[in-house]
Every structure is written in structure tokens, then in C-alpha cells.
């Protein structure tokens, strides 16, 4: 029988830390569907656009071999809409969010993955600010 994996994240500068924890999700089921965050949700919680466009994070994620498909995640409040709608059967996060979704058990199985240590968009961005 088909398993639903359901993930979130903005996945800004994608790089090797990102396509390990969707690579660690595909292994929790048989069909990966991926929230990507939106501009406009970044912005309300950061208080600067991506570097990267919504539309453009989310065609780098759903070229990934792992990935089955891609939508739009437009608030923070909407994942149990989101588990709902898309019929996830596991929501997986990394661990920088542990604990902070245990209440979607009722709902679907919650797994949080280790983040790759060394590397993150923000470093990235302050390396190449450092470049002449
Ligand atoms: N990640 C990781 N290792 C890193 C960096 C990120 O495993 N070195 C994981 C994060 O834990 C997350 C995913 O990659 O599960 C996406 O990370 P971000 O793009 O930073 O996503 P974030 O802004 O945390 O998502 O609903 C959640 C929001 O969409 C926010």
C-alpha cells in the first residue's frame, strides 16, 4: 500500500543538507510530497525574502529524484490542513523543529531526522559576503 510522507522547508541555496533530510524522508514511505515554504511566508518570519523565488525553490525540489510532488506553503498555521489534504501518512521534520509538531500525532506519524552539521543557508550567505 502507498505511504505519504509529508515535509516542509524553504530550501533557500539548496544544497547538500537539504537533499539529505528529503532523501532520509523519501525512506519513511513510498510517495514524498514536499510544503515549500512561500516568499511571503519568509518575509513574515524573517523579515527578508529567500534569495532564491518560491517558483524557483520549488522546481529544484521537484526535479529531485526522491521528490513526487511539490506545493505551496502559505502558512505555518495550515500543516494539519496540509496533512489533511494531502493524505500524509508521515509528517518528518529536521530535528531544529523537535518537538514542536508532537500535537500532529493524532493525525499522522511525526518523525524528526538529525540536520547535517557544518552547513545552512545563512552560512552560506555570510561565506560569500566575505568573497571580493
Ligand atoms: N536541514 C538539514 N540540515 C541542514 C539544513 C537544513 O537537515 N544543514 C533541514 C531542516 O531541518 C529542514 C529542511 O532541511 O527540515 C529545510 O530547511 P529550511 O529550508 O531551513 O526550512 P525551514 O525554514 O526550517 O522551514 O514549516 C516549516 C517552514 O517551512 C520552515
Known amino acids: 500500500m502507498e505511504k505519504r510522507v509529508i515535509t ?3 530550501f ?3 544544497h547538500v543538507g537539504h ?8 525512506t519513511l514511505g513510498s510517495h514524498l510530497i514536499v510544503g515549500v515554504s512561500s516568499d511571503a511566508l519568509n518575509f513574515s518570519k524573517k523579515g ?3 534569495i532564491y523565488p518560491e517558483n524557483e525553490r520549488m522546481e529544484i525540489v521537484k526535479s529531485l529524484r526522491c521528490v513526487n510532488e511539490v506545493f505551496l ?19 518528518t521534520m529536521g530535528h ?11 493525525l499522522c506519524e511525526v518523525v524528526y531526522f538529525p540536520r547535517t552539521q557544518g552547513i545552512s543557508t545563512t552560512d552560506i550567505i555570510a561565506q560569500v559576503k566575505t568573497y571580493e
Open 12 to 14: 533557500d541555496l539548496f
Open 8 to 10: 516542509f522547508g524553504t
Open 19 to 26: 537533499l539529505r533530510i528529503l532523501e532520509r524522508a523519501a
Open 48 to 50: 527578508r525574502n529567500p
Open 96 to 106: 531544529d523543529w523537535e518537538g514542536r509538531f508532537d500535537g500532529f500525532r493524532s
Open 73 to 91: 506553503e502559505e502558512s505555518l498555521e495550515l500543516k494539519g490542513e496540509y496533512i489533511k489534504t494531502y493524505r500524509a501518512d508521515v509528517l
